[in-house]
């Protein structure tokens, strides 16, 4: 296995709080990477050191071996795009000029905007289905609408690396699929790598090459979704009884829980 993105030793803290301690993580390549794991565990924390908009309290993320701690933001930019679980959107922008700003690090002060940009622009916008929203503000959308826009903007970003935090929040069902089922094609066709972060464990089973499990801020289990996800790693992380089944349709684990609570 080839990483280009690791982390070693990587401590992450806000103020007195220790979050995530002497974390050493290898990202494949070229595969589809899924973190897991209850809330308040670090893994918006630790995706968002891996997109540099965290400094480490003390050891670091290395992007092909080099510190991202002393690459220029522009080049990082080129290379990595995140997608936070809240992103904020300047006020009464519109669809089309958020999913543009997706262009500025392959901007030059001497081309602002180039038919590449054009193009990565109205196709990002294509493949997340929001091309006719293009003129709407973004904060006059449904919550739903506005996650696809985002997802467009970090797609029109056309990095190598890819990191989402939650990309399926507030999506229905069908639209949620559509999405994990794009990551998976911008995987295949054009060999991105992706960490995305999930809360739905048989997605995460489905989706995911690599599925990571963390647990107060440290990695409890790694490896292909087939052997990670196992009734004692759903009780031990998460505290929930449940049942493993095949998946029906794929193969891969199905998380039952136990029965909901009644009266008798
Ligand atoms: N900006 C911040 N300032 C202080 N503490 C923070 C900040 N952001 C997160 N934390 C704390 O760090 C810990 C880890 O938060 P993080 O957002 O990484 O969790 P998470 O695993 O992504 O959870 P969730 O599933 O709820 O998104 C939590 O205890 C949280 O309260
Ligand atoms: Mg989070």
Request: proline share 6%; net charge negative.
């Amino acid at each position: 296995m080839t990483a280009r993105l690791t982390t070693r030793g990587l401590t992450l803290a806000y103020e007195e709080r220790t979050v995530v301690e002497g974390l050493d993580l290898d990202v494949p390549d070229g595969r589809v990477t899924v973190i897991v794991g209850p809330n308040a565990c670090g893994k918006s924390t630790t995706l968002r050191a891996l997109g540099r908009l965290l400094k480490p309290r003390e050891g670091s993320v290395l992007l092909d071996g080099e510190s991202l701690a002393t690459l220029p933001t522009k080049r990082i930019a080129q290379r990595i795009g995140l997608l936070p679980q809240t992103p904020v959107a300047p006020d009464s922008i519109t669809v089309g000029d958020l999913v543009a700003r997706g262009r500025q690090p392959h901007q030059h002060w001497w081309q602002q905007w180039s038919d590449e940009d054009e193009r990565a622009v109205t196709d990002a916008m294509d493949r997340t289905d929001v091309s006719a929203l293009a003129d709407r503000a973004v904060d006059e959308l449904s919550g739903g609408q506005r996650q696809r826009v985002w997802i467009a903007m970090a797609l029109a970003q056309e990095t190598g690396l890819l990191l989402l935090d939650e990309p399926t929040t507030y999506l229905d069902i069908a639209h949620q699929v559509e999405v994990l089922d794009l990551v998976r094609q911008l995987n295949h066709d054009q060999g991105r790598t992706v960490v995305v972060v999930l809360h739905d464990l048989n997605q995460a089973a489905r989706y995911a090459d690599h599925l990571v499990a963390m647990k107060s801020g440290e990695v409890v289990a790694e490896g292909a979704p087939a052997e990670v996800v196992t009734e004692e790693l759903v009780r031990d992380v998460f505290g929930l009884e449940c049942v493993v089944v095949p998946d029906p349709v794929t193969g891969s684990p199905l998380i039952v829980p136990g029965a909901p609570w009644s009266a008798a």
